[in-house]
Antibody, heavy 121, light 108 residues
Framework: QVQLVESGGGVVQPGRSLRLSCIAAGFTFRSYAMHWVRQAPGKGLEWVAVTSKDGSNKYYADSVKGRFTISRDNSKNTLYLQMNSPRAEDTAVYYC??????????????WGQGTMVTVSS | EIVMTQSPATLSVSPGERATLSCRASQSVRSNLAWYQQKPGQAPRLLIYGASTRATGIPARFSGSGSETEFTLTISSLQSEDFAVYYCQQYNKWPPITFGGGTKVEIK
């Protein structure tokens, strides 16, 4: 069964750190670029970051650039999001998402269930 | 960054009626547009990609059309399970990938 399972969310104080994980199953993880998308409470979807298949290329939304780091371990079928210096506005459900194809991007067809991150003192 | 604008914000429709949702891009995205459905407490579900191609398992009552800057998602005959929030997403020029603000389809 193709699935993504996130973990690592919780309450974090502003300025501290948190690492989210996303374990993939049921497909060849190393063949796909992987993304993080977030959704603040009651708000819409916001793309956060992407890593290439081998982890050599990474891109970020301006809102998290310089604070968050996306990475992956293909030997463990796991995607990560290291959140440093989080702010209150980073409070959201964080989803990992897989593109439809392992080549050209055409949307996300596989999503995790999401993990909630609350940034609060 | 390409800005995606969806309208209306809320659409009230009776079961069995047609729903038409709009999405506009601030610049051409060609046909590089997807639509998602999201229900409360759930992850989004991909409905349409390439502006008009239904994703695997999506019923034929969902159809997408448009190109360049104007796009439409049509639900031909609303079922009870279709009441949800719908998002468009452009991927023609990224990063960043950008989403519209969403349209909530509610029961009239």
């Amino acid at each position: 069964q193709v699935q993504l399972v996130e973990s690592g969310g919780g309450v974090v104080q502003p300025g501290r750190s948190l690492r989210l994980s996303c374990i993939a199953a049921g497909f060849t993880f190393r063949s796909y670029a992987m993304h993080w998308v977030r959704q603040a409470p009651g708000k819409g979807l916001e793309w956060v970051a992407v890593t290439s298949k081998d982890g050599s290329n990474k891109y970020y939304a301006d809102s998290v650039k310089g604070r968050f780091t996306i990475s992956r371990d293909n030997s463990k079928n796991t995607l990560y999001l290291q959140m440093n210096s989080p702010r209150a506005e980073d409070t959201a459900v964080y989803y990992c998402a897989r593109p439809v194809w392992f080549g050209e991007f055409d949307g996300f067809d596989i999503w995790g269930q999401g993990t909630m991150v609350t940034v609060s003192s | 960054e390409i800005v995606m604008t969806q309208s209306p914000a809320t659409l009230s429709v009776s079961p069995g009626e047609r729903a038409t949702l709009s999405c506009r891009a601030s610049q051409s995205v060609r046909s590089n547009l997807a639509w998602y459905q999201q229900k409360p407490g759930q992850a989004p579900r991909l409905l349409i990609y390439g502006a008009s191609t239904r994703a695997t398992g999506i019923p034929a009552r969902f159809s997408g059309s448009g190109s360049e800057t104007e796009f439409t998602l049509t639900i031909s005959s609303l079922q009870s399970e279709d009441f949800a929030v719908y998002y468009c997403q452009q991927y023609n020029k990224w990063p960043p990938i950008t989403f519209g603000g969403g349209t909530k389809v509610e029961i009239k």
